[in-house]
């Protein structure tokens, strides 16, 4: 524990936290739009940005949330055209997206070691600065997905009735976008641009194992999510492991415990309720064959 | 003399320059409850999406209450039931967080429920008899059962106009009299209806007008025309699949 002594410590200790916290309150958005490899491509797009600010000099984060968000509203603007080739202009776009950082990042000065802080994070480097974009805007990420929950809720899970409701659909819609961008590039300091959808995805996946309501879904895939994140930098700390992959395997691990107590639960329940066997309408037709 | 509810001057839908609706006209006034009848592929779905401005229109004018569609702000005043619930991407919810999804049309996006929302929530549960399956998760319930929740969350909105579409296609017997019963429960406090039905069986009695689709028009406006053929035999169940949903690619809802 004296690990955490360091001023280092905490600060990835404290950015991993806000993230584990934010990621799955967006992510279970994305999960009901069948948008689970939305937050991956976002982050392909990112690192654009990313080069982008290397090969400028400036923020790298500061230029990744910028790309990223202009990528989100088009994928956003394809996906609500619903046209089939679609599919392939986003695969086009994601592509692009890596190839354009890693050319970027070549140009630049930057060594292969920056790259990699990006790609796989780099939780320990966290500066007081990033810091505090990191809180501000994990802060915001989590207010507006528990604010408008009702809402977000209404379009995710039917999006033309909420249209009929009068909801400002496509202003929601591209709310989700732009906030996915945003998450993605504050993530990637944590757990790097490979990394990101897992913590969006993996504790949701988890939550929805056991949970019933779509609220305690969220709340139940929060805390999975903060869990994973605290336990992750402290196994990094000890072990001295690379802190983005522990967060991801431990919540990937927490996962898999769910599903095997889950499934044991329910065999269980198997055994010593009888099953509830339904009971059909009767046959419309005379069945004559003997 | 009523006072009309929706208009359509004759209005036509194509997809993809595949003409569904030529020419459709029709008036619908407070208090009627009007049946949308027609053979699979006839346009009736598109007919009632069409005038919830979930399909453009291709050329005529539709007007809600006294509103041309594209003026139309007042959502609040119509409860929509789709014709099923869509899975999504398997995210629980329990049937009241459903159901209160009818209340936004009414609250706005930023306002928190209050005691006024959860009264409607409750009440609308109790008139499909769902009250005791609130906290279930919807995806446990039957088809019936989830055809009522989607009545529930339009009945929620207490709206003016209830726009449903083949909201009995292969329902349980038990979900269609309850539906029959909460229908009926509408129109007795003033209520005006627009449905889309394959087969009315309980509803019947509560029709008060049919519209019959066929080829992109109107063939037939007035009483409920009677069965023929096999339909008319007194126990002919008339249940079978309907076309193919949209392929539930990675990018689609």
């Excluded at chain 1, 400036?58 to 509203?73: D, E, K, M, Q, Y």
């Excluded at chain 2, 008060?208 to 992109?216: E, F």
Aim: proline letters at 6%; a neutral charge; one cysteine or more.
């Amino acid at each position: 524990m004296e690990l955490f002594q360091y001023p280092y410590m905490q600060r990835a200790l404290i950015g991993a936290l806000v993230i584990g916290l934010a990621a799955p309150a967006l992510g279970i958005y994305l999960v009901q739009r069948r948008l689970t490899l939305i937050g991956d491509g976002i982050g392909h797009v990112a690192l654009t940005g990313v080069g982008a600010g290397l090969l400028l000099n400036r923020s790298p984060v500061l230029v990744a949330v910028i790309v990223a968000t202009v990528g989100a509203i088009a994928i956003e603007v394809v996906r609500a055209r619903g046209r089939t080739s679609g599919d392939l202009a986003l695969a086009l776009l994601f592509y692009g997206g890596i190839a354009g950082g890693v050319l970027l990042v070549g140009l630049s000065d930057a060594t292969s070691a920056n790259l990699n802080a990006y790609l796989f994070g780099s939780l320990l480097s966290t500066s007081t600065s990033d810091l505090i974009t990191v809180g501000v805007l994990g802060a915001a990420i989590l207010i507006t997905m528990i604010v408008l929950r009702p809402a977000l809720f209404a379009i995710s899970h039917d999006e033309e009735y909420a249209r009929v409701s009068g909801l400002p659909v496509r202003t929601l819609n591209l709310l989700i976008a732009v906030t996915t961008a945003v998450t993605v590039t504050i993530a990637m300091r944590a757990v790097g641009v490979l990394l990101i959808s897992a913590l969006m995805v993996v504790p949701v996946a988890t939550a929805q194992q056991i949970t019933r309501g779509f609220r305690s879904t969220m709340t139940a895939a929060m805390a999975l999510g903060f869990f994973a994140a605290g336990s992750g930098v402290w196994v990094a700390a000890t072990a001295d492991t690379p802190p983005g992959a522990s967060v991801v395997l431990l919540a990937i691990a927490s996962f898999l415990v769910v599903a095997v107590a889950g499934a044991l639960w329910r065999a269980v329940r198997r055994r010593t309720a009888p099953a509830h066997v339904p009971v059909p309408e009767p046959h419309e037709v005379v069945l004559d064959r003997g | 003399m009523s006072t009309p509810v929706i208009i359509v001057e004759h209005g036509a839908v194509g997809y993809d320059g595949r003409p569904v609706l030529r020419d459709v006209s029709l008036t619908v006034t407070a208090g009627e409850v009007v049946a949308v009848l027609g053979a699979n592929g006839s346009g009736k779905s598109t007919l009632i999406r069409a005038i919830l401005g979930l399909v453009p229109l291709g050329a005529g004018s539709i007007t809600l209450f006294d509103r041309p569609l594209r003026q139309f702000r007042q959502w609040q005043r119509i409860g929509y039931v789709p014709q099923r619930l869509g899975a999504g991407g398997g995210v629980p919810a329990t049937v009241r967080e459903v159901v209160a999804s009818g209340r936004l049309a009414r609250r706005g996006v930023l306002r928190p429920p209050g005691a006024a929302d959860r009264a409607a929530v409750d009440a609308a549960l109790r008139a499909v008899g769902l009250a005791d399956r609130a906290s279930d998760p919807v995806a446990t319930l039957s088809g019936g059962q989830q055809q009522r929740t989607l009545i529930a969350r339009a009945l929620a909105g207490q709206p003016e106009l209830l726009i449903l579409d083949e909201p009995t296609a292969g329902v349980d017997a038990a979900s269609q009299e309850a539906f029959a019963g909460a229908l009926r429960d509408f129109v007795a406090d003033g209520g005006t209806v627009l449905l889309v039905a394959h087969e009315l069986g309980p509803l019947r009695p509560v029709i008060s007008r049919a519209v019959v689709v066929h080829q992109g028009g109107i063939c037939h406006d007035g009483a409920v025309p009677d069965p023929a053929g096999h339909h008319a035999e007194p126990d002919h169940d008339h249940v079978h699949p309907h076309g193919p949903d949209e392929p539930a690619g990675l990018w689609s809802n």
